[in-house]
């Protein structure tokens, strides 16, 4: 029987990430995500919400890197596989859990860096443009195309997990 386990998720981080290292000096980051579906009601016809809270769980250089830039509240896309793990715990019980293995992990907000220096930007160009008492729809233009120009370089691409051949 064929069977596959791909998981695709885009979604907030709902607190900063948990680096930590195995005894062998292995990175291993926890990530908690929350993912929204919304939709509308056919019967009642009113917008609903739901939220779904899953555990993202990074190796290797990919943890270290996803502890440095991200943060609560940062979107991002994770591609992995599900996995399932059992311990006992403290009190003698088992306990088991199903989390998401990421194989890549892609920012989707802006660098840090970024975002402060695109804030900067815009602050000089409105107070320029209030010195001078000019703003025209060129320069709003001008504003969004930049802003957009600076998202696109400042993106953070896909970071490779660790060898997949090793899984």
Request: overall charge negative.
């Amino acid at each position: 029987m064929a069977s596959f386990n791909r998981v695709y998720l885009i979604g907030n981080l709902t607190k900063d990430p948990e680096l930590r290292y195995t005894p062998q000096g292995t990175a291993v980051v926890n990530l908690r995500i929350a993912s929204n579906r919304r939709w509308k009601d056919k019967s009642s016809g009113e917008q609903k919400e739901e939220v779904c809270f899953v555990t993202v769980v990074a190796w290797n250089r990919q943890a270290e890197v996803c502890n440095q830039y991200l943060h609560k509240g940062a979107p991002i896309f994770i591609e992995g596989r599900l996995q399932s793990r059992s311990w006992e715990d403290s009190s003698g019980q088992k306990r088991s859990v199903i989390e998401v293995r990421a194989e890549r992990v892609q920012f989707l907000g802006q660098a840090p860096s970024a975002q402060a220096q695109s804030a900067q930007a815009q602050s000089a160009q409105a107070q320029s443009a209030q010195a001078q008492g000019i703003s025209t729809m060129a320069d709003k233009g001008a504003e969004v195309s930049q802003a957009i120009d600076l998202q696109a370089e400042e993106d953070i691409s896909w970071m490779e997990g660790e060898d997949k051949s090793a899984s």
